[in-house]
């Protein structure tokens, strides 16, 4: 009767096991956008939008780039692209350039930082990102909006006075490059020959001195 009642209370904790771990597995995935359940809210409350723009005339976008006055996307350095970016090019937030990022970056170390309106920690991370890029010696810093309305993602730029250069991935192919996961935000660096190290774990920079840490250490 013993062994019975011990195979019985072992049968139970497994399945207790099994449970916690699904639960939280899904709540993981429900934090990101793209799943269906418990869509998370923006920070004014409102839900986030069941279907966002893919595209939006330029003759809208423009005012709110220019009220956001943000840094121009960079350019080809002309070293030759290589790692994980070569051959990936996305449009310039608020912008129709396109933007090759394995011949932007290519050459010297940079940072990546994904983000988006809807992030509430990505709010309190960006301006020390663009603290620390306003330092002497600081390498380019390179805003991604993912997942997001490019008028709100505007606004909140404006709204910070973050002026990092930004670019949108609307088809996916830098999220697949970089290795997403399905949480915001998230940061990484990308070295002078292309590899690409993703900053973990993956807190939330409170200042522009966690920012430099984090770039000595892996650039």
């Given at each position: 009767?013993?062994?019975?009642?011990?195979?019985?209370?072992?049968?139970?904790?497994?399945?207790?096991?099994?449970?916690?771990?699904?639960?939280?597995?899904?709540?993981?995935?429900?934090?990101?956008?793209?799943g269906t359940p418990a869509r998370p809210a923006a920070a004014d409350g409102?839900?986030?939008?069941?279907?966002?723009?893919?595209?939006?005339?330029?003759?809208?976008?423009?005012?709110?780039?220019?009220?956001?006055?943000?840094?121009?996307?960079?350019?080809?350095?002309?070293?030759?692209?290589?790692?994980?970016?070569?051959?990936?090019?996305?449009?310039?937030?608020?912008?129709?350039?396109?933007?090759?990022?394995?011949?932007?970056?290519?050459?010297?170390?940079?940072?990546?930082?994904?983000?988006?309106?809807?992030?509430?920690?990505?709010?309190?991370?960006?301006?020390?990102?663009?603290e620390y890029a306003a330092r002497p010696g600081a390498v380019p810093v390179?805003?991604?909006?993912?997942?997001?309305?490019?008028?709100?993602?505007?606004?909140?730029?404006?709204?910070?006075?973050?002026?990092?250069?930004?670019?949108?991935?609307?088809?996916?192919?830098?999220?697949?490059?970089?290795?997403?996961?399905?949480?915001?935000?998230?940061?990484?660096?990308?070295?002078?020959?292309?590899?690409?190290?993703?900053?973990?774990?993956?807190?939330?920079?409170?200042?522009?001195?966690?920012v430099a840490r984090a770039v000595a250490e892996l650039a």
């Amino acid at each position: 009767m013993s062994a019975e009642v011990d195979r019985a209370r072992s049968r139970a904790g497994l399945v207790s096991t099994v449970v916690v771990v699904l639960l939280a597995a899904f709540g993981v995935w429900a934090l990101w956008p793209g799943g269906t359940p418990a869509r998370p809210a923006a920070a004014d409350g409102a839900a986030l939008p069941t279907a966002l723009p893919t595209a939006l005339p330029t003759a809208e976008l423009a005012p709110l780039r220019a009220a956001a006055a943000l840094d121009p996307c960079p350019a080809a350095t002309g070293a030759a692209p290589a790692g994980p970016l070569a051959g990936i090019t996305v449009p310039c937030l608020g912008e129709e350039r396109a933007v090759d990022l394995g011949a932007a970056l290519a050459g010297r170390p940079a940072l990546i930082n994904v983000w988006a309106s809807w992030c509430a920690p990505c709010r309190t991370e960006l301006p020390a990102l663009a603290e620390y890029a306003a330092r002497p010696g600081a390498v380019p810093v390179l805003g991604v909006d993912v997942r997001d309305d490019p008028r709100a993602a505007l606004a909140l730029l404006a709204d910070l006075g973050v002026r990092l250069p930004s670019v949108t991935d609307p088809d996916g192919a830098l999220t697949a490059a970089l290795d997403l996961p399905p949480a915001l935000p998230m940061t990484y660096v990308v070295r002078a020959d292309g590899s690409v190290a993703r900053v973990d774990p993956p807190i939330p920079f409170g200042s522009a001195d966690e920012v430099a840490r984090a770039v000595a250490e892996l650039a």
